[in-house]
């Protein structure tokens, strides 16, 4: 049964990691419902997540660290995501603490973001800027920091790290698959960053004899989240994001609800 629990948990983080829907929220109230509450388990398999990504983009990573000392495009990709991640690198140094122990111990809060990023994703796909940028790759210094600001707001649980820097995106004037597949590149170091701060709280909890669960939830993070990536970016070029905030609304109200009839 522990096994089960471990490959359900697995497919959600990948499933959720990087759709703007918050695998944070998922995984706090999946763990809420299997009585399965491991903050070890929970850190090695975003790293499954994480290295998903990183296999999609290879062709990209490799390119920029093979021309990062002569090719002034590979430098600029970098400088980019340098000034993205920097907004999340100081709000994380700050707040941490106050979001371990106080927001991600709160069902309400998940339950208020998720529905209040819904409500927002819809007024940004409605009444946001018409779109300046089409790759994601060429987005000015100034908007990938306004995109970094928006990220921060993700150390909220519930909010979602994808949907904040997505929506974000819109805001700064991407168009929708831009602002997904910039996400995308910003998710490799904010998420790698998070997973070495994580690890270093939990590194007395990885006994040897957890690592089949955390191999099973590893594995089915990193299938699922490889899965997901490049549908996601066809269906909101095509489609938009009203089904993922919508969700959200549901989502939350659920919760809501579960929490007033006692079951949260």
């Not at 522990?2 to 959600?12: E, S």
């Not at 690198?89 to 709160?106: E, H, I, K, P, R």
């Not at 490889?226 to 089904?243: I, N, Q, Y």
């Amino acid at each position: 049964m522990t096994y089960l629990i471990a490959a359900i948990l697995g497919v959600i983080q990948g499933l959720t990691e990087f759709l703007p829907v918050s695998s944070t929220a998922h995984l706090l109230i999946g763990g809420e419902v299997f009585g399965y509450d491991d903050d070890a388990f929970t850190v090695m398999i975003q790293l499954g997540s994480i290295l998903a990504l990183m296999w999609l983009y290879r062709v990209k990573i490799a390119a920029v660290a093979v021309g990062l000392p002569s090719n002034p495009d590979a430098r600029r990709f970098v400088l980019m995501l340098l000034v993205a991640f920097a907004p999340a690198l100081v709000a994380g140094a700050l707040l941490a603490d106050f979001v371990q122990t106080v927001l991600f111990q709160s069902p309400s809060v998940i339950a208020g973001a998720l529905v209040a990023g819904g409500v927002v994703m819809l007024a940004v796909e409605r009444f946001g800027p018409a779109p300046r940028v089409t790759d994601a790759e060429r987005t000015p210094l100034a908007r990938a920091f306004g995109v970094g600001v928006c990220q921060m707001l993700a150390l909220i649980p519930g909010v979602s790290r994808s949907g904040a820097t997505i929506i974000g995106g819109m805001v700064m004037g991407l168009d929708r698959a831009a602002a997904a597949e910039f996400s995308f590149f910003l998710a490799m170091p904010t998420m790698t960053a998070a997973f070495v701060y994580s690890l270093v709280d939990v590194w007395d909890q990885l006994a040897p004899g957890r690592a089949a669960e955390i191999a099973v939830g590893f594995a089915l993070a990193f299938v699922a989240a490889a899965a997901v990536v490049r549908p996601f970016l066809r269906f909101v070029a095509r489609s938009g994001f009203a089904p993922f905030a919508w969700y959200r609304i549901a989502a939350g109200t659920a919760i809501f609800a579960a929490i007033a009839g006692g079951w949260l």
